[in-house]
């Protein structure tokens, strides 16, 4: 099956930038998806598509798909965006939604 | 304004069943695909299941698959998951999730607030 892997954290000081990686066996050929999941909240689509925003998402948050990596970044941290992140992508080979592990965004 | 409510969670024996459902409103619900994803307590998220909006395709995570079906009243706006044969490691919180466009793979959005299920004795 489809494996994404993903840093488990990442920390960032307030105003700096969050890179967030996902691998994945040529996952540039596929589309990724990337949520926001705060403390015991349902997550929230925050790229889509490998980088389209959906309205409402700040423009702080951007994201890239190439070879065997998709890249989610945050820009102008901020206090408010501590929390996990996943990636997803679909995969065709075995007709399944795949999710990373998440990484957890701390704030400093 | 879309809303996704689930209900039917609780606490269930080893062995037992359990039907979850979800309650949309907001949009035209026959027309979009619709999925189930867990998270167990402390654990990422893991995806259970999707139906089409016609209902006529399903697709089921290796975990559930022969155990938990699929399925949906598109006159009652409702999305449901029967569980059977459940085992410990089916302790979750259950999210429904809207996929967000009417056709390929897309994203989820938005997901209801999730319904607990503990399997224990």
């Known amino acids: 099956s489809y494996v994404l892997t993903q840093p488990p954290s990442v920390s960032v000081a307030p105003g700096k930038t969050a890179t967030i990686t996902c691998g994945g066996d040529s996952i540039g050929s596929k589309n990724v998806h990337w949520y926001q999941q705060r403390p015991g909240q349902a997550p929230v689509v925050v790229i889509y598509y490998d980088s389209d925003r959906p309205s409402g998402i700040p423009e702080r948050f951007s994201g890239s798909n190439s070879g065997n990596t998709a890249t989610l970044t945050i820009s102008r941290v901020e206090a408010g965006d501590e929390a996990d992140y996943y990636c997803?992508?679909?995969?065709?080979?075995?007709?399944?939604?795949?999710f990373g592990a998440g990484t957890k965004v701390t704030v400093l | 304004e879309v809303q996704l409510l689930e209900s039917g969670g609780g606490l269930i024996q080893p062995g037992g069943s359990l039907r979850l459902s979800c309650a949309a409103s907001?949009?035209?619900?026959?027309?979009?695909?619709m999925n189930w994803v867990r998270q167990a307590p402390g654990k990422g998220l893991e995806w259970v299941s999707v139906?089409?909006?016609?209902?006529?395709?399903?697709y089921y995570a290796d975990s559930v698959k022969g155990r938990f079906t699929v399925s949906r009243d598109n006159s009652k706006n409702t999305l449901f998951l029967q569980m059977k044969s459940l085992r410990a490691e089916d302790t979750a919180i259950y999210y429904c999730a809207k996929c967000m466009s009417t056709s390929g793979w897309p994203s989820f959005d938005p997901w209801g607030q999730g319904t607990l299920v503990t399997v224990s004795s």
């Open positions: 139906i089409t909006g016609s209902g006529s395709g399903t």
């Open positions: 997803q992508v679909w995969d065709r080979s075995s007709d399944h939604y795949v």
């Open positions: 907001g949009f035209t619900f026959g027309n979009y695909a």
